[in-house]
Nanobody, 115 residues
Framework: QVQLVESGGGLVQPGGSLRLSCAAPRSIFSTYVMGWYRQAPGKQRELVANIRISSSTNYADSVKGRFTISRDNAENTMFLQMSGLKPEDTAVYYC?????????WGQGTQVTVSS
C-alpha cells in the first residue's frame, strides 16, 4: 500500500498563509505527476495544482498568483505554499500521485480559512 503523508493544514484567518507538505515513497515521487486536490463540503473534488518531474506546473485559475506548488526531489516531498487565503479556500486538501493508469491519494488535511 503506497502511503502519501500530508501535513500542514489548520485554521488561518483570511489573507493568511499556510504551507502543506506531502511525503511520498521515492519510487512514486521520481516517476509520478504529483498534485494537490481539494474538496469542500457539498462540492466535487477539484485540482488545485500539479507538478511534473521536470517541475513544470499547472494551477487552477482560482489559485493562480496565490498558491505555489513545488517539490524537493532529494526529500521526496511536495509542497503547496498558500497565501492570500480566502474563506472559499476552505476544504480538505489531498495529495495525489498519478502516472498512466495508476493513482494514489493521501488521507487529506483540513484547511479552514475563517476569522
Amino acid at each position: 500500500q503506497v502511503q502519501l503523508v500530508e501535513s500542514g493544514g489548520g485554521l488561518v484567518q483570511p489573507g493568511g498563509s499556510l504551507r502543506l507538505s506531502c511525503a511520498a515513497p521515492r519510487s512514486i515521487f521520481s516517476t509520478y505527476v504529483m498534485g494537490w486536490y481539494r474538496q469542500a463540503p457539498g462540492k466535487q473534488r477539484e485540482l488545485v495544482a500539479n507538478i511534473r518531474i521536470s517541475s513544470s506546473t499547472n494551477y487552477a485559475d482560482s489559485v493562480k498568483g496565490r498558491f505555489t506548488i513545488s517539490r524537493d526531489n532529494a526529500e521526496n516531498t511536495m509542497f503547496l505554499q498558500m497565501s492570500g487565503l480566502k474563506p472559499e479556500d476552505t476544504a480538505v486538501y489531498y495529495c495525489n500521485a498519478r502516472f498512466l493508469g495508476s493513482e494514489f491519494w493521501g488521507q487529506g488535511t483540513q484547511v479552514t480559512v475563517s476569522s
